[in-house]
């Protein structure tokens, strides 16, 4: 079991583009094709991750700079969410006996909505992806091949049927087209 | 030499477009005047035989044997793209791949999959993938008096600007995924010629029975709309984040599902106009409805 003040999160900064905006932060992963936009709560956090600082720390400096409270609780649902989206150096596990929190649990303690850190994410698509389908395209997926958009499918409609089922390309007519 | 190249090329034609170097040779020199009006807009001859892609269209048709004919190809560079009877169905091909390859490997604009429109000085970006209603809603937004920029691509410029791509719209018959082209004079809409700063960002897809209450997306997040509709995100990762930066720095980008495209024009250029009161080219007023909280 890990202690807290031994967890010292390390900000990834290698094959990454940084953008800064007035109130978030992009960030592109080269590496895995990736975007993400960080509110101001989480980009505040993923900018203290030096590697030194223990999660206390980096909640009293985010502290600091915010102005509105930020907890060891904000700070650690901050690094679970940067961590799942590759931009640690190492995926920060919360220890055991550390309460599991989410967003809701954070607005339902008070915390406004806007300060509840939120990386929010998106693939970067293929070219293909960002075309409209054609037809018996060239490399395009056959009916019943997994898939995510229809431009993708030879006859262009990328279909989920029910929740738990991957979509798949069907036919033509064949409901909603992803 | 590749085995391609050996199979007897009749004429050939070279152009740029967006500063693109595309060859197309064909065995039948009778074709080749037919494949112009499926080049990109704005394209142009070029005499340098150096090309950064070359598409090979070898005509089939009958045989001297009887009973046989043989089938239409198209190849980029030496890649199979079709092979069917259907001639047209080889042309749509080419346009398509075309049109994608100078979308993707142009370093001079930026080509974000998006319907566009003018308004007032200003541009409504419709970003989307394939069937969520882009065409239409740039149809029902040419109709009320918008001026026609594209339904397929939003062409950016390191400043954000769009710049026209004045194709004919591809519009789908109902259950019918194959499209037909309808000249922008069709809906009695006119092209725009100049490039424009975007006012609005509409990110939307039809929903039967839906209504139209969109939220206004943070800066960061109105990016990451655009970017997922952009065709070269993974190319040049750094110079679509800039210009699309650009672009919602300084425009709204609004969310949400949309029921009809009628019920939801008046609204979204009544927001592209600033939140004023919305008078038509012919001088009357629209009614406001439905407007975007």
């Not at chain 1, 890990?2 to 960030?27: F, H, N, Y």
């Not at chain 1, 700070?75 to 961590?83: K, N, P, T």
């Not at chain 2, 937004?141 to 410029?157: C, F, H, K, P």
């Not at chain 2, 390191?158 to 004079?185: D, T």
């Amino acid at each position: 079991m890990k202690k807290l003040g031994r967890v010292r999160p390390q900000a990834r900064t290698d094959d990454l583009i940084v953008r800064e905006l007035s109130e978030e932060v992009l960030v592109y992963d080269l590496t895995r094709n990736k975007a993400h936009s960080l509110n101001k709560t989480a980009a505040l956090i993923w900018g203290f991750c030096d590697g030194r600082s223990t999660v206390p720390q980096i909640s009293r400096l985010a502290q600091e700079q915010s102005a509105t409270p930020v907890n060891d609780q904000v700070v650690w649902l901050a690094l679970e969410q940067l961590g799942k989206s590759h931009l640690l150096r190492n995926r920060i596990i919360r220890p055991v006996g550390e309460p599991q929190i989410t967003r809701r649990d954070l607005v339902r303690l008070g915390l406004a909505a806007a300060a509840v850190p939120v990386v929010f994410s998106i693939v970067a698509p293929l070219a293909v992806q960002a075309a409209t389908c054609v037809m018996n395209a060239p490399n395009c997926l056959p009916n019943n091949t997994n898939c995510t958009t229809s431009s993708q499918c030879c006859q262009c409609c990328c279909h989920q049927t029910g929740s738990g089922n991957p979509p798949k390309c069907t036919g033509i007519s064949t409901g909603t087209c992803l | 030499m590749q085995k391609i190249d050996r199979l007897g090329w009749a004429a050939g034609k070279s152009f740029r477009s967006y500063g693109v170097r595309v060859g197309i040779r064909v065995n039948n020199p009778e074709v080749l005047d037919q494949l112009e009006k499926y080049f990109p807009p704005g394209w142009k001859p070029a005499v340098s035989p150096v090309v950064d892609r070359l598409y090979s269209l070898k005509v089939g048709g009958s045989s001297s044997r009887p009973g046989v004919r043989y089938f239409h190809l198209l190849y980029g560079n030496v890649v199979r793209l079709a092979r069917t009877a259907d001639i047209e169905e080889l042309f749509t091909v080419f346009e398509s791949d075309l049109q994608l390859y100078v979308a993707e490997v142009t370093r001079h604009r930026l080509f974000v999959h998006a319907g566009v429109v003018g308004w007032k000085g200003v541009a409504i970006l419709i970003p989307g993938l394939s069937f969520s209603g882009k065409t239409t809603l740039v149809s029902e937004l040419v109709r009320a008096g918008a001026t026609y920029y594209s339904d397929e691509y939003a062409v950016l410029d390191r400043h954000g600007r769009v710049h026209p791509y004045p194709r004919a719209l591809l519009i789908r018959q109902n259950g019918n995924q194959k499209s037909s082209k309808c000249p922008i004079e069709r809906l009695g809409g006119v092209a725009g010629r100049k490039p424009l700063p975007v006012g609005l960002v509409v990110v939307s897809h039809y929903r039967a029975g839906s209504r139209w209450r969109p939220r206004q997306l943070p800066e960061g997040r109105g990016v990451l709309a655009l970017l997922a509709n952009t065709v070269s995100a993974r190319r040049q990762p750094k110079t679509a984040l800039s210009t699309l930066e650009h672009v919602a720095s300084r425009a709204p980008v609004l969310k949400g599902a949309r029921g009809e495209a009628k019920e939801v024009v008046d609204s979204i250029l009544h927001k592209a106009n600033g939140g004023r009161p919305l008078i038509s080219q012919g001088g009357s007023v629209h009614s406001k409805t439905n407007s975007p909280k």
